[in-house]
C-alpha cells in the first residue's frame, strides 16, 4: 500500500525561481484570472478539475494556484487524493504580487470581475444589511437572514471552506466560456 500523496506548499520567491518548471493551473474564476495571473498560467476554475483529471494526470509539475490560497489547496488535496502531486502557492496571488512579482494582465480581458473574496464580503454585506432591514421595517423575522449569515461565516472560518463562494462561481459572469475551457485542456494536452 502506497501512503497517500502530500501536496507541497511553495512560498512566491521558491515558485518564482522555479516558474520555468511547472504547469501553472489558476483555480480561481475566469473573471479573477482575466484581472491578472502568474505569467504561463493557465484558468481551469475549481469546480471544472475533476473534469480535466485525465489531461492532469499527463501535465508534468503542477504549480496550483489562487487569490489566497485557500483553494488551491483544496485543489491539491483533490489531486493528491487521485495520486496527481502537486504544489500550491502558499498566499496566492496575492502573496506573489506582495512580494513584488507581476501578474500578466491580458490586452483582450473585457471587463474587470472583482475577486472571489470581494463577492463574498458584498453578498454578505448585502444580505446582513438586508436582513436588519427588513426585520426593523417589515417583521422581525428577517432579522434571521442577518443571523443565518453570520452563522455561515463563522463555519467558513472554521473549516476553511466557503459555501457562498461555491454559489457565486456559478453566477454567468464567473463561468469559463466553452471554448476557454477546452483551450486551457488542450494546451493541457500538448505538454
Known amino acids: 500500500m502506497t501512503a497517500p500523496l502530500t501536496p507541497d506548499t511553495l512560498t512566491p520567491g521558491q515558485a518564482g525561481a522555479r516558474l520555468a518548471e511547472f504547469t501553472v493551473i489558476d483555480v480561481r474564476t475566469p473573471g479573477e484570472y482575466a484581472s491578472g ?64 512579482n507581476a501578474l500578466h494582465r ?12 470581494r463577492q463574498v464580503r458584498f453578498t454578505a454585506g448585502t444580505l446582513v444589511l438586508l436582513g436588519l432591514l427588513l426585520g426593523v421595517l417589515v417583521h422581525p423575522a428577517f432579522q434571521l ?9 463563522v463555519f467558513s472560518a472554521l473549516t476553511n471552506t466557503c459555501g457562498m463562494a461555491a454559489v457565486l462561481a456559478r453566477l454567468p459572469h464567473n463561468r469559463p466560456r466553452p471554448a476557454d475551457l477546452e483551450a486551457t485542456l488542450a494546451a493541457l494536452r500538448a505538454r
Not at 54 to 74: D, F, H, K, T, Y
Not at 106 to 117: D, F, K, N, Q, S
Not at 145 to 153: E, N, Q, V, W
Open 145 to 153: 437572514l442577518a443571523a443565518g449569515i453570520a452563522g455561515g461565516l
Open 37 to 100: 495571473h502568474l505569467p504561463g498560467a493557465l484558468n481551469l476554475p475549481l469546480d471544472q478539475l475533476r473534469g480535466a483529471l485525465p489531461e492532469l494526470r499527463r501535465a508534468a509539475g503542477l504549480l496550483v494556484v489562487c487569490a489566497s490560497g485557500a483553494r488551491s489547496e483544496n485543489a491539491c488535496r483533490t489531486l493528491a487524493a487521485e495520486g496527481i502531486p502537486a504544489a500550491t502557492l502558499s498566499g496566492g496571488t496575492a502573496a506573489w504580487v506582495a512580494e513584488g
Open 106 to 117: 491580458p490586452e483582450a480581458a473585457r471587463r474587470t470581475v472583482w475577486g472571489m473574496e
